[in-house]
């Protein structure tokens, strides 16, 4: 079985998007894949509830109680490497993650950045693109690299932005299409991976 383990540090919608496409596509017979944990970096992630109540281990790792970055990503590597996992999916994982981690789970490591990058990497990306007087916004499903919020594109989906638009009001639009393009692009990688 290739198991997908998903990172998440809030809400968990995308997490969600997957963990219900992955049930109504049944991704088990298809694609011999099951999302078997869920982690977080924050006991009160919302996210957790979610995944809890769909029968899949939860798993919590307090970046706050490592005193380096370097600690929390042995900890939090050791915790995901339990799960034996084919993919390791970042879902709003809002934590800057070593080179050492990235390294460990090369070409298995995914992200969802909400933007059209490569413009707007970082935090901020729908009030920044609204001050730049972007017409159009998205988001990006890439595979992660060493440099943050780059690294090779899988997916990516546009919306306008419209006029009287708030950067609550794009996000909320963005989301929707994330919802979309993230299950997509993790069940294509599934699907060139090797059976496990
Ligand atoms: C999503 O919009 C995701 O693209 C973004 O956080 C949100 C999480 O929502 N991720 C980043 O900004 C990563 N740098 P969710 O918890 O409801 O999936």
């Given at each position: 079985?290739?198991?997908?383990?998903?990172?998440?540090?809030?809400?968990g919608?995308?997490m969600?998007?997957i963990?219900?496409?992955?049930?109504?596509?049944?991704w088990?017979?298809?694609?011999?894949?099951?999302?078997?944990?869920?982690?977080?970096?924050?006991?009160?992630?919302?996210?957790?509830?979610?995944?809890?109540?769909?029968?899949?281990?939860?798993?919590?790792?307090?970046?706050?109680?490592f005193a380096?970055?370097e600690?929390?990503?042995?900890?939090?590597?050791?915790?995901?490497?339990?799960?034996?996992?084919?993919?390791v999916?970042?879902?709003g994982?809002?934590?800057?993650?070593?080179?050492?981690?990235?390294?460990h789970?090369?070409?298995?490591?995914?992200?969802?950045?909400?933007?059209?990058?490569?413009?707007?990497p970082?935090?901020?990306?729908?009030?920044?693109a609204?001050?730049?007087?972007?017409?159009?916004?998205?988001?990006?499903v890439?595979?992660v690299?060493?440099?943050?919020?780059?690294?090779p594109?899988?997916?990516?989906?546009?919306?306008?932005?419209?006029?009287g638009?708030?950067?609550?009001a794009?996000?909320?639009?963005?989301?929707t299409?994330?919802h979309?393009?993230?299950p997509?692009?993790?069940?294509?990688?599934?699907a060139?991976l090797?059976?496990?």
């Amino acid at each position: 079985m290739k198991n997908i383990v998903i990172l998440i540090s809030g809400t968990g919608s995308n997490m969600a998007a997957i963990v219900n496409a992955a049930r109504r596509q049944r991704w088990e017979d298809r694609l011999g894949a099951q999302v078997n944990c869920v982690v977080s970096n924050r006991a009160d992630a919302g996210g957790l509830v979610f995944a809890a109540r769909q029968g899949i281990a939860t798993e919590v790792v307090d970046h706050k109680a490592f005193a380096t970055r370097e600690a929390f990503d042995a900890e939090l590597t050791a915790v995901i490497d339990r799960c034996q996992p084919a993919l390791v999916v970042l879902a709003g994982f809002m934590r800057i993650l070593t080179p050492g981690f990235v390294q460990h789970y090369d070409g298995r490591l995914l992200n969802i950045h909400p933007s059209l990058l490569p413009a707007f990497p970082g935090l901020h990306t729908h009030q920044r693109a609204l001050d730049a007087g972007c017409r159009f916004a998205g988001a990006t499903v890439h595979l992660v690299t060493a440099q943050l919020d780059h690294g090779p594109i899988l997916a990516q989906a546009v919306v306008p932005v419209l006029p009287g638009d708030d950067a609550d009001a794009l996000a909320a639009r963005v989301l929707t299409q994330e919802h979309r393009i993230y299950p997509e692009a993790v069940a294509r990688r599934l699907a060139e991976l090797p059976a496990q």
